[in-house]
């Protein structure tokens, strides 16, 4: 099934579904010790799983959950929890440390400090992956060089700066060339690249990094069976590389092996690099070209991650591309909680997957689609904002200016 509808989303089932091939990688026993790692950082503490009831029942679904990102390490996103786990694992293989026999606050004592800062990290991002590395490289004490595409907000690259120990760029040049670039300098300078995602002959560090994605799906199924729900019947996950969306699929697919969800995937129109690889018959990852000057800058991606394609490819159900009057009319509905929820304030990227089911479960043209997906009274939907306001000056036109309406 491959449709577009008047709302501009278009929507495809994925033929190449094979829901048993799990990822070893993304599984119980190579996850559960990046949980630990995670729990063993200063400050840490699971981020909330709101519950939105009045939604729910406005959309005549059983429960709707919200795993709230934007309350990671005071970071207004999830970005931190790969940045920290792949730069650590990078230093520990490095001085030739094993990461589950050694804390964090060991590594960050006198005995390695002299031999960590001398180390230099680069990546390039739109935003809240260089947040991530500045923030892991400022608690590790060494230095780490970020570049941004041309067209990012100057209020994103401060908050970088901010964060930790990095050097901001803004570069002229767009978000995949712009990884080119920082691959350049890292063979150039010696640097270390930390990047979140991945192409032949550079795996292992974006493997990390997906891992690292990981523990936010490993807390809302926790936070999921303390309210009584053994499983989601959805999770509908947002889709940049693929990175995060494949290792949450990949996480929840291995946990829930047996009574698998419906997977569910939002990208922003064209810039849809996991809607067109899915939608390709031969099932390789495919890029997509020229520019999308999205409110989405966390997801304007268009070449898929080669370690988190499979993944999705094998897992997800249903692949959605959305203008960003999805994205805003989600974060308006977070904004603007029903009855007794709880507002959530969700960024561009974060609410995309919110307005997409909005759509699904209220409009009478998508009632085939609907139908398709099992979305019913009896669907307990599973959704991630994955960052906050963090472009607030943005944040503010269109939650309360009521820019990119829906017509």
Same mark, same amino acid.
Request: hydrophobic share 40%.
């Given at each position: 099934?491959?449709?577009?509808?008047?709302?501009?989303?278009?929507?495809?089932?994925?033929?190449?579904?094979?829901?048993?091939?799990?990822?070893?990688?993304?599984?119980?026993?190579?996850?559960?010790?990046?949980?630990?790692?995670?729990?063993?950082?200063?400050?840490?503490?699971?981020?909330?799983?709101?519950?939105?009831?009045?939604?729910?029942?406005?959309?005549?679904?059983?429960?709707?959950?919200?795993?709230?990102?934007?309350?990671?390490?005071?970071?207004?996103?999830?970005?931190?929890?790969?940045?920290?786990?792949?730069?650590?694992?990078?230093?520990?293989?490095?001085?030739?440390?094993?990461?589950?026999?050694?804390?964090?606050?060991?590594?960050?004592?006198?005995?390695?400090?002299? =031999?960590?800062?001398?180390?230099?990290? @680069? *990546?390039? %991002? $739109?935003?809240?992956?260089?947040?991530? !590395?500045?923030? &892991?490289?400022?608690?590790?004490?060494?230095?780490?060089?970020?570049?941004?595409?041309?067209?990012?907000?100057?209020?994103?690259?401060?908050?970088? =700066?901010?964060?930790?120990?990095?050097? @901001? *760029?803004? %570069? $002229?040049?767009?978000?995949?060339?712009? !990884?080119?670039? &920082?691959?350049?300098?890292?063979?150039?300078?010696?640097?270390?690249?930390?990047?979140?995602?991945?192409?032949?002959?550079?795996?292992?560090?974006?493997?990390?990094?997906?891992?690292?994605?990981? *523990?936010?799906?490993?807390?809302?199924?926790?936070?999921?069976?303390?309210?009584?729900?053994?499983?989601?019947?959805?999770?509908?996950?947002?889709?940049?590389?693929?990175?995060?969306?494949?290792?949450?699929?990949?996480?929840?697919?291995?946990?829930?092996?047996?009574?698998?969800?419906?997977?569910?995937?939002?990208?922003?129109?064209?810039?849809?690099?996991?809607?067109?690889?899915?939608?390709?018959?031969?099932?390789?990852?495919?890029?997509?070209?020229?520019?999308?000057?999205?409110?989405?800058?966390?997801?304007?991606?268009?070449?898929?991650?080669?370690?988190?394609?499979?993944?999705?490819?094998?897992?997800?159900?249903?692949?959605?591309?959305?203008?960003?009057?999805?994205?805003?009319?989600?974060?308006?509905?977070?904004?603007?909680?029903?009855?007794?929820?709880?507002?959530?304030?969700?960024?561009?990227?974060?609410?995309?997957?919110?307005?997409?089911?909005?759509?699904?479960?209220?409009?009478?043209?998508?009632?085939?689609?609907?139908?398709?997906?099992?979305?019913?009274?009896?669907?307990?939907?599973?959704?991630f904002n994955t960052e906050g306001d963090t472009d607030p000056e943005n944040y503010q036109r269109?939650?309360?200016?009521?820019?990119?309406?829906?017509?």
């Amino acid at each position: 099934m491959d449709v577009k509808n008047d709302y501009g989303i278009s929507i495809i089932s994925n033929q190449h579904y094979k829901s048993e091939e799990l990822p070893e990688f993304l599984n119980q026993e190579h996850t559960m010790p990046v949980l630990k790692f995670h729990q063993s950082l200063k400050g840490y503490e699971p981020t909330p799983l709101v519950r939105l009831d009045g939604l729910a029942e406005l959309l005549h679904l059983k429960a709707v959950f919200v795993k709230d990102e934007s309350r990671r390490f005071g970071l207004k996103a999830f970005k931190g929890l790969g940045g920290v786990y792949a730069l650590t694992k990078v230093v520990c293989k490095e001085l030739g440390l094993d990461i589950e026999k050694i804390t964090f606050q060991e590594l960050c004592s006198d005995t390695y400090s002299e =031999q960590i800062k001398r180390m230099v990290f @680069v *990546t390039a %991002t $739109d935003g809240n992956h260089g947040k991530g !590395v500045s923030w &892991a490289a400022g608690l590790l004490g060494c230095k780490a060089y970020v570049y941004m595409p041309k067209g990012s907000a100057k209020i994103r690259a401060e908050a970088i =700066q901010n964060a930790g120990r990095a050097e @901001v *760029t803004i %570069t $002229d040049k767009g978000y995949d060339d712009t !990884v080119r670039y &920082a691959s350049e300098m890292a063979e150039e300078k010696g640097w270390y690249l930390v990047q979140d995602t991945s192409w032949d002959g550079y795996t292992q560090i974006p493997t990390w990094i997906i891992q690292g994605y990981t *523990t936010m799906a490993s807390e809302a199924a926790q936070q999921l069976e303390a309210e009584g729900f053994p499983a989601p019947t959805h999770v509908f996950v947002q889709a940049g590389v693929g990175a995060m969306a494949g290792g949450v699929t990949g996480y929840l697919a291995n946990r829930y092996h047996g009574q698998m969800p419906v997977f569910a995937t939002a990208e922003p129109e064209d810039m849809a690099c996991i809607f067109a690889s899915i939608k390709s018959p031969d099932g390789a990852g495919h890029a997509v070209t020229g520019e999308c000057h999205t409110i989405m800058a966390g997801l304007n991606c268009g070449e898929p991650c080669t370690v988190s394609w499979p993944v999705l490819r094998n897992h997800v159900r249903w692949s959605f591309s959305c203008p960003d009057e999805t994205a805003a009319l989600g974060m308006r509905i977070l904004a603007a909680p029903i009855g007794d929820d709880l507002p959530v304030i969700s960024g561009e990227s974060g609410a995309v997957t919110t307005g997409l089911l909005a759509l699904l479960a209220s409009c009478p043209q998508l009632e085939e689609i609907r139908s398709a997906m099992g979305l019913n009274e009896d669907s307990v939907v599973l959704l991630f904002n994955t960052e906050g306001d963090t472009d607030p000056e943005n944040y503010q036109r269109i939650v309360y200016g009521g820019a990119h309406a829906l017509l």
